[in-house]
Nanobody, 124 residues
Framework: QVQLVESGGGLVQAGGSLRLSCAAS????????MGWFRQAPGKEREFVAT????????YYRDSVKDRVTISRDNAKNTVYLQMNSLKPEDTADYYC?????????????????WGQGTQVTVSS
């Protein structure tokens, strides 16, 4: 079992930046592909970014790919999401997820472990 805990969310003005962290415990995530998803009020959960087991490959949804960077530190068992130039439409609860597989994925159902989420609010 893997436990994931997100942190770093908060209230920020449009154009600002936030760095989300996802700390894993229970077992190493060094062989797991990881992902970030978000869910805005009244909307379905959507894919944001994913990273391969060694950090060598990343993939982003189109609407964030020029503003967001996913990274990982396997020695710390932690994954990060750096978000810049934030927009009000980025407002959502952000969730970290881990796969049991080393291959990346964009669909929520392909992830086996989830954190509780951290709230990001971007004011205009």
């Amino acid at each position: 079992q893997v436990q994931l805990v997100e942190s770093g969310g908060g209230l920020v003005q449009a154009g600002g930046s936030l760095r989300l962290s996802c700390a894993a415990s229970g077992r190493t995530i060094s062989t797991s592909a990881m992902g970030w998803f978000r869910q805005a009020p009244g909307k379905e959960r959507e894919f944001v970014a994913t990273i391969s087991w060694n950090g060598g490959t990343t993939y982003y949804r189109d609407s964030v790919k020029d503003r967001v960077t996913i990274s990982r530190d396997n020695a710390k068992n932690t994954v990060y999401l750096q978000m810049n130039s934030l927009k009000p439409e980025d407002t959502a609860d952000y969730y970290c997820a881990a796969r049991s597989s080393w291959t990346m994925a964009q669909n929520a159902y392909e992830y086996d472990y989830w954190g509780q989420g951290t709230q990001v609010t971007v004011s205009s």
